[in-house]
């Protein structure tokens, strides 16, 4: 399956999602290969995959660099692979990546103005082309929070029921293995549920 993770605005945790996303997979079926597939100019990616072999600790994962050439050449993968792209923010390659996916995630803090950014991601997704919003960096109980729950309800947003909580550790594993998944191993088994 191919999985790519997008929005137009940049700081949002596409990339934090991809990696570990692919680590939950990797985790979850052993001897599998799953692949970050880097479509974003900044890299952080590839980076963060670098920085994690110079440590000497194997992300246990593929990072590759992706263009429009290799996105638009992804023969569909198998339903028993994974692929996660990190897409770019605008143009022609963030269209070939929502074009070549099986499913769009949407990472979006709980700020007013990201959820717009979220929105308008959401409302250039094919309508065929399952899609959803990923609330990421919240904190339960606070009043955005709340706020965001009930606009993402008012406007029947597709969203993960799984949220990613505003996490310290998520914050520093730029160039680290994943070790904890956190939320992520539930955002998996959302979508191995919609996509098997
Ligand atoms: N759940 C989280 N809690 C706290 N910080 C996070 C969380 N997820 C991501 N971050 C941090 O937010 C910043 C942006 O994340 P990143 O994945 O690089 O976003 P993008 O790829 O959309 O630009 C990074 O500093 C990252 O470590
Ligand atoms: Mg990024």
Redesign the pocket.
Known sequence: MIVTIA?AK????????AMFLAAAYARRFEGSAPVVLDADPQS?ASLWRDLAEDAGEPLGFDVSPANLSTLGRLSRVGADSFVAVDAPPQGRLLETAIGVADFVVVPSSDSPLDLQQAWATLEAVPRHRPAALLL??VEPGTTAYARTLSALGDAATPRFDAV????QD??R??GLRPGKLWEYGQVLDELLEVLR
């Open positions: 929005n940049g700081g949002v945790a596409k990339t934090t999602s952080s990421v960096r990613v909580r505003k996490r998520l914050k594993c730029m």
